[in-house]
């Protein structure tokens, strides 16, 4: 079971460089979001998207843009590297259930992508 | 936003400890979750708690949804080195996981000496 898969493991950039992180889901899960790890902030949400075609923005988005072209993929594009957004990134997905209302499940991560900007 | 005390920061204890590590907010959640990051990897979901006073176990970890809301902890018995890594509450206003509306811990480090 490939669950969510990140890539690149590792990048590094110079500043001022431009890269995309891809994630990709097969569990047909409709939420999906990008969070950032770094030393003492423990994980803040970046974007999220509730399905295709659709994406907010999270706690920290400056910097970052995402689309969901496809259930499947969120891609997490930097326009313009800075070393602040030197971190750990994190694609994480779950399920959206609909009965009385609409609730979203637990989270779960990929293995995480280590981005170093110089 | 919401915010969560998560404390210890760390906690370096002998193998066969029990470990307790709580989490604290000055909001209610709906939803209490328990993740573990081993290093190198992505958080993984230990324990849910969606009732408040709901108490659950995994193995040797229990943790519980404070009555209050505003709580929940996590212990450890008897501790062994694949325990080491990073421990992360997450609360939810949302009930069922609510993954859209998560805010989580800084983490409590484990370390464990053999």
């Known amino acids: 079971n490939a669950g969510v898969t990140q890539t690149p493991k590792f990048q590094v950039l110079k500043t001022g460089q431009s890269m995309t992180l891809q994630c990709a889901q097969d569990?047909?899960?409709?939420?999906m979001s990008w969070y950032r790890q770094d030393p003492g902030m423990g994980l803040r949400l970046i974007h999220y998207?509730?399905?295709?075609?659709?994406?907010d923005q999270g706690e920290v988005p400056n910097g970052y843009n995402v689309s969901r072209s496809t259930t499947e993929d969120f891609p997490l594009r930097l326009l313009s590297a800075a070393p602040s957004q030197t971190s750990v990134y994190f694609c994480?997905?779950?399920?959206?259930?609909?009965?009385?209302?609409?609730?979203?499940?637990?989270?779960?991560f990929g293995e995480g992508s280590r981005l170093t900007v110089l | 936003g919401q915010q969560l005390n998560q404390s210890p920061q760390s906690m370096f204890i002998q193998e066969g400890e029990d470990v307790s590590m709580n989490c604290t907010s000055s909001s209610i959640f709906n939803t209490w979750l328990w993740y573990k990051q081993d290093p190198g990897e992505g958080p993984v979901l230990l324990i849910a708690l969606y009732k408040a006073g709901e108490l659950t176990s995994n193995g040797r970890l229990t943790a519980q949804f404070g009555i209050t809301r505003k709580d929940s902890f996590l212990n450890i018995s008897a501790s062994i080195p694949s325990d080491v890594g990073i421990y992360f509450c997450?609360?939810?206003?949302?009930?069922?996981?609510?993954?859209?509306?998560?805010?989580f811990g800084k983490g409590t480090h484990l370390i464990i000496q053999p």
């Open positions: 569990m047909n899960h409709e939420y």
């Open positions: 994480a997905s779950s399920y959206i259930l609909c009965l009385a209302g609409c609730n979203t499940g637990e989270l779960f």
């Open positions: 997450a609360g939810s206003l949302l009930p069922g996981g609510g993954a859209d509306g998560l805010t």
């Open positions: 998207s509730v399905g295709a075609g659709i994406t």
